[in-house]
């Protein structure tokens, strides 16, 4: 399976044990007096078999501060996600950090500035890209872009799960709630025998949709494991403050693994912090802030507190339009603290602003800031070969030089993190070579993988599985949309 990194050395912590202990009080308290709404009678009748308080009028659950407590103990630390090829399969949990990418709607045209739709030909290339990228682990449901052209309205992400598996190797998450597409991914996830993720977004204040029900049962009678995702914005659809956003963000989650430990004992799901302030000067969430930092690296040290696998998903989205300095600081800065405070699935690739943009050239320059911080998290190896105790006196004083010693040449890879996009030239060789940018390198980058990577095939029945597949999709939305 894929290693990823490790952190090797102790998580960042940010809050006391007492703030923690304030924390969890808070939200077993907005659980068992305010509830979660589910809107979907088959939910509400596990919930109430369960233990809760059900309220079948207003689709209100009421959960017992005991039965949260028990169901999260219940859940796994780590589980296995099966990619189509066992060497792309990953353990979320633990210490380990993997990198997923992030979701952009459209397309970033870099000649214009502007987003527009990807061709399907560009989609493909795309998810080829992101196959190439070593430090990229997971495809995030509605990457590397939500659509491209010519597909059926009703059925994005059918088609985008289909290309990701016919063009990738590596996991994919799938996406619920979009008119029952999930029904037709499980089954692609079937063909080639994965096991993803069910990605399960609550609508926030503390709901349920209908069709984020049925999806979640489904993803369970799959046998798949459960992520939970808030989409909290502070100030909006959660309180303004960082303490009260984390109260109605872990609320969310935890009533999903109430829920999903009822239906199914035992099953894995990890937690998924999506959210952001609200830009009280626009009126739009304030990607990139670093309140976000600070919510992200408090939501880990809780869920580490329970053993519960974590998701960030925030890191990668800039309130950059570009591919520019901006965007760098944000996404970097960001992504740091998540890999510090123990986060173990954390979404960085390929999105440019908010989930309205995203372009390979974005992930490929990603692929860096990904490796520098798995370089960072995986710390300090301190041993008698690299104390150099004995090396230090056999170079001695000046002159003694370090450059020709084996040990130099066995250490320096393994030690120095090279990216593969930055400008590492001197200013001498910068100037004769064109001035050439870290964008200019990740282009040059782009155009080798597009020419020589050739992701893992699917065998010939699994094709034409997938490709039966879709063709039921297409007539079953073509159907239902002249039966409305």
Request: charged share 25%.
């Amino acid at each position: 399976m894929l290693n990823g990194f490790t952190l090797n050395f102790k998580p960042l912590d940010i809050l006391t044990e007492g703030q923690i202990d304030a924390i969890e009080r808070g939200f077993l308290a907005v659980l068992e007096e305010t509830g979660m709404k589910f809107e979907h009678k088959k939910v509400l009748e596990v919930l109430e078999k369960g233990g809760c308080k059900v309220d079948y009028d207003n689709m209100v659950a009421k959960f017992p501060p005991a039965l949260v407590i028990e169901s999260i103990r219940k859940c796994p630390s780590s589980f296995r996600l099966k990619a189509r090829e066992p060497k792309n399969d990953i353990v979320l949990g633990g210490n380990k950090l993997y990198y997923g990418s992030d979701p952009g709607m459209q397309r970033l045209d870099l000649e214009t500035g502007e987003p527009r739709d990807a061709t399907r030909e560009e989609f493909y290339d795309a998810v080829r890209i992101y196959d190439a990228l070593e430090n990229l682990h997971i495809f995030h449901p509605n990457t590397p872009h939500t659509s491209f052209a010519g597909v059926l309205k009703e059925m994005p992400s059918v088609e985008t799960f289909a290309a990701r598996t016919r063009n990738s190797s590596k996991t994919s998450r799938y996406t619920t709630g979009m008119g029952d597409n999930d029904i037709f991914s499980i089954q692609i996830a079937q063909a080639v025998g994965a096991r993803p993720l069910c990605c399960i977004p609550c609508q926030p204040p503390l709901t349920w949709n209908v069709e984020i029900c049925a999806a979640a049962m489904r993803g369970l009678d799959a046998g798949f494991p459960l992520l939970t995702c808030d989409g909290d914005v502070y100030g909006a659809t959660a309180p303004v403050t960082i303490a009260g956003s984390l109260v109605h963000a872990i609320a969310e989650a935890a009533a999903g693994i109430v829920f999903a430990q009822l239906y199914k004992p035992g099953v894995g799901v990890a937690v998924m912090s999506f959210t952001s302030p609200q830009n009280m000067q626009n009126g739009a969430p304030f990607f990139g802030n670093i309140g976000v930092a600070l919510h992200d690296a408090a939501f880990n040290q809780i869920w580490r507190r329970y053993g519960i696998p974590r998701a960030n998903l925030e890191p990668g989205i800039s309130n950059s339009k570009c591919i520019d300095f901006q965007n760098g600081y944000e996404r970097a800065i960001l992504a740091l603290v998540s890999a510090l405070s123990g986060c173990n699935y954390l979404l960085l690739f390929g999105t440019v602003y908010g989930e309205l943009e995203s372009h390979p050239i974005q992930a490929i320059l990603d692929d860096d800031i990904a490796g520098m911080i798995g370089r960072f998290i995986d710390g300090i190896d301190v041993n008698d070969e690299t104390l150099a105790i004995d090396l230090i006196t056999k170079v001695g004083v000046y002159p003694g030089f370090y450059l020709s010693q084996e040990h130099t040449r066995k250490w320096w890879a393994k030690e120095q993190f090279i990216p593969k996009s930055a400008d590492l030239s001197t200013l001498p060789e910068w100037l004769h070579e064109g001035k050439k940018t870290c964008i200019d390198h990740a282009k040059e980058r782009m155009e080798k993988i597009l020419a020589t990577h050739k992701p893992t095939p699917l065998t010939p029945s699994q094709e034409a599985d997938i490709e039966r597949i879709l063709e039921d999709a297409r007539r079953y939305y073509k159907k239902r949309r002249l039966e409305a």
